[in-house]
Nanobody, 123 residues
Framework: VQLQASGGGLVQPGGSLRLSCVTSGFDFDYYAIGWFRQAPGKEREGVSCISSRMDDNTYYAESVKGRFTISRDYAKKTVYLQMDSLKPEDTAVYFC????????????????WGQGTLVTVSS
């Protein structure tokens, strides 16, 4: 099982980034995928998640609602996180994770994790 997160980098406040989570080794269609982030000195928090093909749900943390958009490409077994209007407080390492079927906001409920990609929002 692999989840490969990429797309992080340095961006100015108000800018945009698109993170990708390329997966392999499990049945992508039947797994929900979540994005989490961890800033220095802070606990990990759930950012957004998208359900499996069995459902049609998405979740966004209040802090990113209206700015971030999660989507998935079943053919490419990839989940994207489009991040717009970025703020310095969005600076963190972003991780993607997978769990069967339904979305969950707690990281402990996810079975598989990727390695993380660093997003830095600074002028």
């Amino acid at each position: 099982v692999q989840l490969q997160a990429s797309g992080g980098g340095l961006v100015q406040p108000g800018g945009s980034l698109r993170l990708s989570c390329v997966t392999s080794g499990f049945d992508f269609d039947y797994y929900a995928i979540g994005w989490f982030r961890q800033a220095p000195g802070k606990e990990r928090e759930g950012v957004s998640c998208i359900s499996s093909r069995m459902d049609d749900n998405t979740y966004y943390a209040e802090s990113v609602k209206g700015r971030f958009t999660i989507s998935r490409d079943y053919a490419k077994k990839t989940v994207y996180l489009q991040m717009d209007s970025l703020k310095p407080e969005d600076t963190a390492v972003y991780f993607c994770a997978a769990r069967p079927y339904a979305i969950a906001t707690e990281g402990a409920m996810y079975n598989y994790w990727g390695q993380g990609t660093l997003v830095t929002v600074s002028s």
